[in-house]
Structure formats: C-alpha cells, structure tokens
C-alpha cells in the first residue's frame, strides 16, 4: 500500500484511539507547538544533500466533550462525546533550485498547512474484555492556497478492541474515508502496551514509544519516539493531489503535573524523518509504488512543549 494512504488512515486512527484513551475522563483537552529549524534538503534524484533548507513550526489544538456517559454492567464506560482538532503549521522554504525538486514539487514546497476536524465518537462494551469504538468526522485539509470543496474529508472508523488486562489492548477495524473522491474502506490498527510503576514504558501504534522513570506524584521524566504528520490537499498539474508531512522524532520529555487537572510537557531531542510524499487522488494510486524516493530532509532539533487538561 502507498505509505502517503497508509499514513492518512493511521493518523485518523490515532485520534481515535487517542480519543479512547481519554473517554473516561470527562472533558479533556491538549494545546501543543512544535518547532523544527532549518535542515538541508536531500535531492531524492540520488540522495546529495543539497544547500536549499526548510524549517517548520506548528500549533496544535484538540479537545473533547463528553454528551452522554454512563457505566455499564461490566463496569466499563457507555460513552457519547464530541470531539474537535486542530493543526496550524508555518514553513519556511530558502535556497531552493527547480532542477533539484521532483516532478511533484516543481511549484516548491508548501508554505502553509492547516487540518481541522469536528466529529462525534461513541464507545461501549461488547463483553467483558471486548469494546466496540464508533467515529465519524467531517474535516478541511489544505495547503492554504485555494480551500474549497476538495480540501473537506470525511472520515469514520469502527474498532474492535480487545482488552488482555489492564496494560495491554489490541484494536482492528475498517475506517472509511472520501480522500480519493468516492468512499473507500482502508485498515485501521490500534495496539497499546504499558507498565506502571516507578520505571514505566508505553509502547502504542501508530503514535510511538516511551520509557520514563516517574520520580514523585508530579514529575515524570521520559525518553519517547513519536510519530507526526499533516495531510492536506493541494493541486499539481490541475489535478487533485493527497499532500502528506511526516515526521518521527526521538527525545527526553518531562512531565510535570500541576494539581488534579493540569500537565506540563516539554520535549527537546531531534527528528529522525522529516520528508513529504504526494499521492494522485485516484483509487489505482493506492498500491502504486513511486520511481524514486520521497523529498526528504537532514537530522536536526526539535523542540516541543504541550499543556494537558482534564476535568
């Protein structure tokens, strides 16, 4: 499968199953920026890295609502809420020669992204061990150059997940999504694994790892490597086109906690990935595979700080 169309899936299902995770505490929320700064552009042609860079700052925004909950007879959560998300991201393109971009990019590289979402989202068991999560949202992805019809997806999901025990769940199910003009049903898998205690991990796909030690009530110090991205619609060559921007990152990541409602998060280390890719809207791109590589760029910092509430 095409890793742009992959990719699109898997973020979806990581608010979802983010949104999961939270379900059971009311109203919750994060605001988050991050920043990259200016690394090297990698001619994909024969990987030379080349003196034209490119930067990237962020803003994110994400909260949910609940309407309804209620426990039910296994004593799991009969959850109804609203949910909205937000991504704002600026970038800065210098030094750049056309013969040195792919076909795909000979306009440049975006300067501007933006990926909102409003949905609602129901969760409930359907046994003991077993839930059931229903989630449906309508959204705009865009580059910022023209927003008109093509930029609004809509996108639902149904997992079934399977609860081992309290630290380990495993979810599979289909999400439906119009990114290539009619609706199509794409793979949706959701896996989270974690320990408690003084030393803890967390390992859960598609988002990443971590290992922390957690030093008192309200510190907790922790190595992550995370998965990011933005999706947008953008035209090339007067057809519509799938835009993706991906990142992994690796850091140390403390968390401080401020009373029952409030968590600092500040992330310093450095990016892993950082590249960009472009998919055709149409059903046949979906398991074409690309003549050469995405446009990509050099290892630098990275930096990243989120406030967390939940009420």
């Given at each position: 499968?095409?890793?742009?169309?992959?990719?699109?899936?898997?973020?979806?299902?990581?608010?979802?199953?983010?949104?999961?995770?939270?379900?059971?505490?009311?109203?919750?929320?994060?605001?988050?920026?991050?920043?990259?700064?200016?690394?090297?552009?990698?001619?994909?042609?024969?990987?030379?890295?080349?003196?034209?860079?490119?930067?990237?700052?962020?803003?994110?925004?994400?909260?949910?609502?609940?309407?309804?909950?209620?426990?039910?007879?296994?004593?799991?959560?009969?959850?109804?809420?609203?949910?909205?998300?937000?991504?704002?991201?600026?970038?800065?393109?210098?030094?750049?020669?056309?013969?040195?971009?792919?076909?795909?990019?000979?306009?440049?590289?975006?300067?501007?992204?933006?990926?909102?979402?409003?949905?609602?989202?129901?969760?409930?068991?359907?046994?003991?061990?077993?839930?059931?999560?229903?989630?449906?949202?309508?959204?705009?992805?865009?580059?910022?150059?023209?927003?008109?019809?093509?930029?609004?997806?809509?996108?639902?999901?149904?997992?079934?997940?399977?609860?081992?025990?309290?630290?380990?769940?495993?979810?599979?199910?289909?999400?439906?999504?119009?990114?290539?003009?009619v609706p199509m049903v794409l793979p949706?898998?959701?896996?989270?694994?974690?320990?408690?205690?003084?030393?803890?991990?967390?390992?859960?796909?598609?988002?990443?790892?971590?290992i922390g030690y957690r030093m008192s009530?309200?510190?907790?110090?922790?190595?992550?490597?995370?998965?990011?991205?933005?999706?947008?619609?953008?035209?090339?060559?007067?057809?519509?086109?799938?835009?993706?921007?991906?990142?992994?990152?690796?850091g140390l990541r403390p968390q401080v906690?401020?009373?029952?409602?409030?968590?600092?998060?500040?992330?310093?280390?450095?990016?892993?990935?950082?590249?960009?890719?472009?998919?055709?809207?149409?059903?046949?791109?979906?398991?074409?595979?690309?003549?050469?590589?995405?446009?990509?760029?050099?290892?630098?910092?990275?930096?990243?700080?989120?406030?967390?509430?939940?009420?």
């Open positions: 499968m095409n890793k742009t169309i992959f990719y699109l899936s898997q973020l979806f299902l990581f608010l979802l199953a983010t949104l999961a995770a939270r379900s059971q505490s009311g109203i919750s929320g994060e605001f988050k920026v991050d920043y990259v700064p200016f690394s090297k552009y990698v001619r994909p042609m024969d990987s030379t890295k080349t003196n034209a860079e490119s930067n990237f700052k962020r803003a994110q925004i994400a909260f949910e609502v609940p309407l309804s909950l209620k426990m039910d007879k296994y004593d799991h959560p009969k959850l109804w809420s609203v949910f909205f998300s937000g991504s704002y991201a600026k970038m800065e393109n210098r030094n750049y020669n056309i013969q040195d971009l792919p076909i795909a990019f000979q306009g440049g590289f975006p300067d501007e992204l933006l990926n909102t979402q409003v949905g609602v989202k129901h969760l409930r068991s359907i046994s003991s061990s077993w839930s059931l999560l229903i989630m449906a949202s309508v959204g705009v992805y865009t580059d910022m150059v023209e927003i008109n019809k093509d930029d609004v997806l809509l996108q639902g999901g149904i997992l079934f997940i399977k609860q081992f025990n309290p630290k380990l769940a495993l979810g599979a199910g289909p999400v439906l999504t119009n990114s290539f003009g949706g898998i959701y896996f989270n694994w974690e320990s408690t205690g003084a030393l803890h991990f967390k390992v859960a796909f598609p988002e990443g790892v971590e009530d309200t510190f907790d110090l922790k190595a992550v490597a995370e998965l990011s991205g933005m999706t947008a619609e953008t035209k090339i060559g007067n057809k519509s086109t799938l835009l993706g921007y991906q990142q992994i990152i690796a906690k401020f009373g029952k409602h409030w968590i600092l998060e500040p992330t310093g280390g450095t990016t892993l990935v950082r590249s960009f890719s472009t998919t055709n809207r149409k059903i046949k791109e979906i398991f074409k595979e690309k003549d050469i590589a995405d446009p990509r760029f050099t290892t630098t910092f990275y930096g990243a700080i989120a406030l967390k509430w939940k009420f």
